[in-house]
């Protein structure tokens, strides 16, 4: 791969953010949403003889303005996200902290939802060439956090994967609950005594789900390869029982949901489906989503190792 040269980004002055002003939300087109956040476009106003581009801004919902949680993690995405600078991660505009909003590169859409689009048109997977190219996208920006940057982003599934056009670019976005570690990938004690690794269950890799947490960089790993199965089957990485289960499942049905919750802790690499009709060009990507998700952690490739199987694939 390249060698790239990244500069640290200059913090804006003050002076020039106290001038921008965010509209209220129903001003502004909803994008995206999260826990107790939502995802707004914002169109800039032409400066002279230049264009703006938008920025996403992502924002608490209002009745979770008093919420110390996540107003902590959007303030720790936004410290972390400002010292970031790569091509496969979104990048960083301004931090308004009285206001709880951060405000941000602005991609197409993001993979979780055109997952879901391509589910509902009955497409079929995603072809092998558009998944080595967000594959490859997404292990050159783990590359950089894991060796670089020295952290681990720690939830990585299809939703927080941007794209830019027609998967022209393919960006790492939502470092709220990220961790630091050391150079063996290893989860940095000294820097973060007592870390936890939070995640999203149904993508989190089978050592971090029992106790204690076994913490590195290779949980990453895991998650990277259920963008790949998520690509194939065109949904989330559950076991099938799982799945219909929860399809019959209501909100009201507590017991049941906590069920489920308990089974998918009980974290098994989910089968291709199948009544997916793959051919045998998909065999090199299938050969990744596997090794990515072998059980013992210590079988996992790295994010280097990664790029440079992807690149083969070109």
Known sequence: MANHEFCTPKKPPQHLLNKI??????YMKKIGYGTGI??????????????????????????NRDNGQIKSRLKQEADTLRNLVHPNIVGFRAFFEVKNVLAMEECTGCLGDLIEQRFDQETGPFGPQTITKVALDVAQALSYLHNTALIM??????????????????????????????????????KAPGAEYVGTRPWSAPEVLGHPQDIS??????????IIWEMIALCPPLIEDVMEDISTCTELDLDKLDDLMERMGCRQRPPIP???????????????????TEEQKDKRPDATDLIGLLQELK
């Open 21 to 26: 002003k965010i509209p209220a939300s129903p």
């Open 38 to 63: 939502a995802v707004y476009e914002l169109e800039r106003s032409p400066a002279y003889n230049k264009l703006r581009s938008p920025w996403a801004i992502k924002k608490l919902l209002k009745r």
């Open 153 to 190: 982003h720690c939830d990585l599934k299809s939703y927080n994967v941007l794209i830019k056009g027609d998967f022209v670019m393919c960006k790492l976005c939502d470092f709220g609950v990220c961790l630091p570690v050391d150079k063996s990938g290893a989860v940095d004690k000294e």
């Open 217 to 226: 960089v290779k949980a990453d790993i895991y998650s990277y390869g259920l």
């Open 274 to 292: 199948e009544n997916v009709d793959l051919g045998e060009n998909y065999n090199q990507v299938l050969e990744i989503y596997f090794c990515c």
